[in-house]
């Protein structure tokens, strides 16, 4: 596998070529980053329903701003990128992390945290983590504000459950050191208009940053490939490790 820090391109032709790519709504990032794959999207686009579901992504990404205010990007690939696109700078190295039982990394994580819930029908729906808390918050009685506090309360132990439950951890080949970070920026509720279809796309994300323990090194490699949780084409699931 291979590890890409891709930068965007300031000048002027770039920009303008950015602005075109940008009319794909929130799917732009993503189209963008396919161009560093070419040939792939294709086969992968062709695949259906479950197929795609157990066919593992061809690539991972986190998005960034940098220090100019253009998106910056971290991308796990399984295949190594190749420059095609004039606004693009990749620097690529290889990826394969040597981990042992025990080992000691610093984590950061942005995923799109949702639970299967049945609703009166019996079908299975998916629900947005947070936003099912808040929901389901007994604010009877408080004023406003008071009730506000109570949500914000309930959404942020329910991001905290989500990524401390002891199955997912288990499923991941790791343990917690301790309860992670979240800040008040780390949840953020996107809503974009795909003038295309006609249609909003709503979803949200939580960036978790903490230290981890490794129980199963095998079990954990498998997990950095192949991310985690829903909305990877959003730029969700992908780990970004470091030892401590």
Not at 207 to 216: A, N
Request: aromatic share 10%.
């Amino acid at each position: 596998m291979y590890f890409s820090r891709v930068t965007i391109s300031n000048a002027l032709t770039a920009s303008q070529e950015l602005v075109e790519l940008q009319k794909n709504g929130a799917y732009a990032s993503h189209a963008l980053l396919w161009q560093l794959f070419p040939g792939y999207e294709d086969s992968w686009s062709n695949l259906k329903g479950k197929a795609k579901e157990q066919t593992q992504r061809p690539f991972l990404f986190r998005e960034e701003i940098d220090s100019n205010g253009l998106p910056l990007f971290y991308v796990l690939s399984e295949q190594q990128p190749v420059v095609t696109h004039s606004a693009l700078t990749c620097q690529t190295k290889p990826y394969q992390p040597q981990l042992s039982m025990g080992d000691r990394l610093a984590f950061k994580l942005r995923v799109n945290p949702v639970v299967s819930i049945r609703d009166a029908q019996g079908k299975s729906r998916r629900h947005d983590v947070l936003m099912n808390a808040k929901k389901n918050a007994d604010v009877s009685g408080l004023n406003s504000h008071a009730a506000q506090q109570k949500k914000a309360l309930a959404a942020h132990q329910a991001a905290l459950g989500w990524i401390s439950d002891n199955k997912r951890l288990a499923e991941w080949g790791i343990q917690l050191e301790s309860e992670p970070e979240l800040d008040h920026d780390s949840y953020y509720q996107h809503q974009h208009y795909q003038p295309k279809g006609k249609h909003t796309i709503r979803y949200s994300t939580v960036d978790y940053q903490g230290l981890l323990t490794v129980v199963d090194p095998e079990r954990f490699l498998q997990t950095l490939a192949k991310g985690v949780g829903k909305a990877k084409g959003f730029g969700c699931g992908l780990w970004l490790i470091r030892r401590c």
